[in-house]
T-cell receptor, first 108, second 111 residues
Framework: RKEVEQDPGPFNVPEGATVAFNCTYSNSASQSFFWYRQDCRKEPKLLMSVYSSGNEDGRFTAQLNRASQYISLLIRDSKLSDSATYLCVVNKNNDMRFGAGTRLTVKP | NAGVTQTPKFRVLKTGQSMTLLCAQDMNHEYMYWYRQDPGMGLRLIHYSVGEGTTAKGEVPDGYNVSRLKKQNFLLGLESAAPSQTSVYFC??????????FGPGTRLLVL
């Protein structure tokens, strides 16, 4: 079993839609959590950190459920520019584990 | 600031050849990392460093060596390249081991 698992998608949604991604992790001692975004043939870039209390950044909301060991990302009012692969990242003592990513395509 | 840069951008090797990938960062970050990314596998940590002169193994260290002689540079070496090492290699740096800033990647093909 992979340490960090994501639905690979693809998720194909129309502009303006709300879409949610989930990610599960197996190491209960994981310390910090992130969502990164990766465009095709580019490097990953931090989208947002994920906190236990949940956090929001504009149209993006991230949640962490330590008891069930999953994190989620909600994107509201999807834009064409949101099309990318979203990577879930889990950190324990600098050992960063990435999910394989969820591919999102937003269509006009 | 250039951020994180990687050299070379693309390389083709024959099985058994050696090479060194260079990562440089100008953000004065303590932590640096080397990852490989393969289709359907996500990024996997090869080695990392928490400061000048230190290195540690990640998830997939076999077949690779690293050195961090200067704070701003992190080198990844392949002593005897194998086709299984065909991949895209990303370097990253971070200030406190949290938010990582990635370089543009090196595409390596081993024939």
């Amino acid at each position: 079993r992979k340490e960090v698992e994501q639905d690979p998608g693809p998720f194909n949604v129309p502009e303006g839609a709300t879409v949610a991604f989930n990610c599960t992790y197996s190491n209960s001692a994981s310390q910090s959590f992130f969502w990164y975004r990766q465009d095709c043939r580019k490097e990953p870039k931090l989208l947002m950190s994920v906190y236990s209390s949940g956090n929001e950044d504009g149209r993006f909301t991230a949640q962490l459920n330590r008891a069930s060991q999953y994190i989620s990302l909600l994107i509201r009012d999807s834009k064409l520019s949101d099309s990318a692969t979203y990577l879930c990242v889990v950190n324990k003592n600098n050992d960063m584990r990435f999910g394989a990513g969820t591919r999102l395509t937003v269509k006009p | 600031n250039a951020g994180v840069t990687q050299t070379p951008k693309f390389r083709v090797l024959k099985t058994g050849q050696s090479m060194t990938l260079l990562c440089a960062q100008d953000m004065n970050h303590e932590y640096m990392y080397w990852y490989r990314q393969d289709p359907g596998m996500g990024l996997r940590l090869i080695h990392y460093s928490v400061g000048e002169g230190t290195t540690a193994k990640g998830e997939v260290p076999d077949g690779y060596n690293v050195s961090r002689l200067k704070k701003q540079n992190f080198l990844l070496g392949l002593e005897s390249a194998a086709p299984s090492q065909t991949s895209v290699y990303f370097c990253a740096s971070s200030e406190l081991g949290e938010t990582q800033y990635f370089g543009p990647g090196t595409r390596l093909l081993v024939l």
